[in-house]
């Protein structure tokens, strides 16, 4: 048995306090703003719990002899990390790749905390049991968890600790012997109305003098003092599945968190006031190269969505033997098949740690990088094979029904390959894709889900093995010399 849709639902009735236009969301799971996809996540479960996925979705918990998603496997094997990569591929194809922070994004991070277990004995042997035991806990409950991990944007040039308000960012306020108090706010969850607990932390670098901020627990949203202010719903506003196919179903939502005096145990706090901590959980263990290794292969198969939406839409409208719209179509191949051979060469190029096998961290790096501008120009591209042809549709499902605007749609949706309906339906799927509000914040979530530019390019230039790129230039200029003092190149590669 592995945990199913049912058994998700009925994980999600905690009273946890969520608010939305204005109103406190009474349910979750039944709620006008949120059922959809809340719905969407309970598919992911009874889709691994089905007798014919079992196997390629789950595994054996070694402590429950439960069965639970492949996302909590530690791997030891390359054949390991293949075998959990197929499982996040098979989770991300239901919802086309949209659904970016499915139940395995941080179970990946908990697993990279795990596998790093060392560096938290070595910092505090107290919190690597906490994790430890709590990494049991999630996995043999096959919890879905949403994380925060950088604080509200405010005055940017100054720290966590130096805003005017210093409970602005969610930091630690007091302590006993039974665990620690959390007052201020973190910038987003994603899913985290969904999710069943929310992993506070920080990934942005503190300064002496801010060591209340740095910290790593984990909080039930039920939890007294939990706050969830969710934005816009997407879902609630798509007036029709025909009319909004994705953001209907894949909208998983983006909340402010606050914390108003929250308790959390000691055995859940991974990291107390210890800014080193704070920055060695994510790269001295493999927690920032495995979370993100589940959002690559994400992206992969979504970008291998796009690119079918681009070469429909080229179809459609029988501009697909230009010779221009084939260099675009094959320039876009191009830019997604680089996405898949990245995560193919990081797999293939892993490393063992600490007993694991894990991803190769510089190319992981890489592939943060190019993601971040391979999406908007795979948005760009969309938009410029459609031109207006997603703008030129029926207002809605409902024009379809009515004879006068019925006559007309058939009238003027033509195409050679398709018929008006097939049409319709394309390009209204395309611009939910690339042009809703909702592929809007597609395009905002790529962009900036692993961090600014400025963040993913620092981790870039960190990571990369520079000694072998300065190694090849100074063999080579070890072969030459001044006139008459050249030595040979065989010389300089002793
Ligand atoms: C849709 C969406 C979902 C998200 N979901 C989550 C989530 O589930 N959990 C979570 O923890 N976070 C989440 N985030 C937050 C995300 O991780 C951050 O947006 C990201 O880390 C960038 O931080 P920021 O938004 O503060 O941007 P900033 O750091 O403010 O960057 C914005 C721009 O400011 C400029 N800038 C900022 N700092 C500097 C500098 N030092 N030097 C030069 N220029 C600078 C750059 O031009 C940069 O592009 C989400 C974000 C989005 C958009």
């Given at each position: 048995m592995a945990k199913d849709g049912k058994a998700y639902l009925s994980s999600l009735h905690d009273d946890r306090t969520i608010y939305i236009d204005g109103r406190r969301v009474a349910d979750v799971t039944t709620d006008r703003s949120f059922h959809s996809v809340v719905e969407t996540a309970a598919g992911l479960y009874d889709y691994q719990a089905a007798p014919e996925n079992l196997e390629q979705m789950t595994f054996q918990s070694p402590t429950s002899g439960e069965r639970v998603n492949l996302a909590w496997l530690l791997p030891k094997t390359y054949g390991d990390l293949v075998r959990r990569r197929q499982a996040i591929e098979k989770w991300s194809a239901l919802s086309c790749g949209m659904f970016g922070r499915s139940p395995d994004h941080v179970a990946s991070t908990l697993a990279g905390f795990r596998m790093g277990l060392a560096a938290f004995r070595d910092y505090n042997p107290a919190r690597a049991a906490a994790l430890e035991s709590y990494f049991q806990y999630a996995r043999d409950n096959d919890l879905f968890l949403s994380y925060v991990i950088i604080n509200p944007q405010s005055d940017k040039a100054r720290s966590a600790g130096g805003q005017?308000?210093?409970?602005l960012v969610a930091s630690v306020v007091d302590e006993d012997s039974t665990g620690i108090t959390i007052r201020g706010a973190k910038m987003l969850a994603t899913s985290g109305i969904m999710a069943n607990e929310l992993l506070v932390s920080g990934f942005q670098s503190l300064q002496a003098g801010d060591e209340a901020y740095a910290f790593t627990a984990v909080v039930p949203l039920g939890a007294k003092g939990l706050t969830l202010m969710s934005r816009r719903s997407y879902e609630q506003n798509a007036t029709s599945q025909f009319d909004y196919p994705l953001s209907s179903r894949f909208d998983e939502n983006d909340a402010v968190v606050h914390f108003d005096d929250v308790k959390i145990p000691w055995d859940r706090v991974f990291v107390f006031k210890d800014l080193k901590m704070a920055q060695a959980q994510w790269h001295d263990t493999r927690a920032h190269v495995f979370q993100n290794y589940q959002c690559i292969v994400r992206l992969s198969v979504k970008l291998k969505f796009l690119l079918g939406l681009a070469r429909k839409i080229a179809e459609v409208n029988n501009i697909i033997n230009y010779p221009q719209v084939r260099e675009t179509l094959g320039l876009l191949a191009a830019k997604v098949s680089n996405i898949e051979a990245l995560v193919i060469a990081m797999e293939i190029k892993g490393e063992m740690f600490q007993g694991f096998y894990v991803p190769d961290r510089s190319i992981l790096c890489t592939a943060q990088v190019i993601a971040q501008t391979t999406y908007p120009e795979v948005v760009e591209a969309i938009r410029s094979l459609s031109g207006g042809g997603m703008i030129m549709v029926p207002s809605s499902y409902a024009d379809f029904a009515t004879p006068e605007t019925n006559a007309i749609i058939h009238k003027t949706q033509r195409s050679t390959v398709a018929t008006s309906e097939q049409r319709v339906k394309l390009m209204k799927l395309a611009w939910d894709a690339v042009g809703s509000e909702f592929g809007s914040r597609h395009l905002q979530y790529e962009m900036f889900y692993s961090g600014a530019p400025l963040v993913t390019r620092g981790n870039s230039f960190r990571f990369f093995d520079w000694d072998e790129v300065k190694g090849t230039v100074d063999q080579f200029m070890g072969s030459y010399g001044l006139p008459g003092s050249s030595p040979k190149l065989s010389d300089a590669a002793e």
């Amino acid at each position: 048995m592995a945990k199913d849709g049912k058994a998700y639902l009925s994980s999600l009735h905690d009273d946890r306090t969520i608010y939305i236009d204005g109103r406190r969301v009474a349910d979750v799971t039944t709620d006008r703003s949120f059922h959809s996809v809340v719905e969407t996540a309970a598919g992911l479960y009874d889709y691994q719990a089905a007798p014919e996925n079992l196997e390629q979705m789950t595994f054996q918990s070694p402590t429950s002899g439960e069965r639970v998603n492949l996302a909590w496997l530690l791997p030891k094997t390359y054949g390991d990390l293949v075998r959990r990569r197929q499982a996040i591929e098979k989770w991300s194809a239901l919802s086309c790749g949209m659904f970016g922070r499915s139940p395995d994004h941080v179970a990946s991070t908990l697993a990279g905390f795990r596998m790093g277990l060392a560096a938290f004995r070595d910092y505090n042997p107290a919190r690597a049991a906490a994790l430890e035991s709590y990494f049991q806990y999630a996995r043999d409950n096959d919890l879905f968890l949403s994380y925060v991990i950088i604080n509200p944007q405010s005055d940017k040039a100054r720290s966590a600790g130096g805003q005017p308000d210093p409970h602005l960012v969610a930091s630690v306020v007091d302590e006993d012997s039974t665990g620690i108090t959390i007052r201020g706010a973190k910038m987003l969850a994603t899913s985290g109305i969904m999710a069943n607990e929310l992993l506070v932390s920080g990934f942005q670098s503190l300064q002496a003098g801010d060591e209340a901020y740095a910290f790593t627990a984990v909080v039930p949203l039920g939890a007294k003092g939990l706050t969830l202010m969710s934005r816009r719903s997407y879902e609630q506003n798509a007036t029709s599945q025909f009319d909004y196919p994705l953001s209907s179903r894949f909208d998983e939502n983006d909340a402010v968190v606050h914390f108003d005096d929250v308790k959390i145990p000691w055995d859940r706090v991974f990291v107390f006031k210890d800014l080193k901590m704070a920055q060695a959980q994510w790269h001295d263990t493999r927690a920032h190269v495995f979370q993100n290794y589940q959002c690559i292969v994400r992206l992969s198969v979504k970008l291998k969505f796009l690119l079918g939406l681009a070469r429909k839409i080229a179809e459609v409208n029988n501009i697909i033997n230009y010779p221009q719209v084939r260099e675009t179509l094959g320039l876009l191949a191009a830019k997604v098949s680089n996405i898949e051979a990245l995560v193919i060469a990081m797999e293939i190029k892993g490393e063992m740690f600490q007993g694991f096998y894990v991803p190769d961290r510089s190319i992981l790096c890489t592939a943060q990088v190019i993601a971040q501008t391979t999406y908007p120009e795979v948005v760009e591209a969309i938009r410029s094979l459609s031109g207006g042809g997603m703008i030129m549709v029926p207002s809605s499902y409902a024009d379809f029904a009515t004879p006068e605007t019925n006559a007309i749609i058939h009238k003027t949706q033509r195409s050679t390959v398709a018929t008006s309906e097939q049409r319709v339906k394309l390009m209204k799927l395309a611009w939910d894709a690339v042009g809703s509000e909702f592929g809007s914040r597609h395009l905002q979530y790529e962009m900036f889900y692993s961090g600014a530019p400025l963040v993913t390019r620092g981790n870039s230039f960190r990571f990369f093995d520079w000694d072998e790129v300065k190694g090849t230039v100074d063999q080579f200029m070890g072969s030459y010399g001044l006139p008459g003092s050249s030595p040979k190149l065989s010389d300089a590669a002793e």
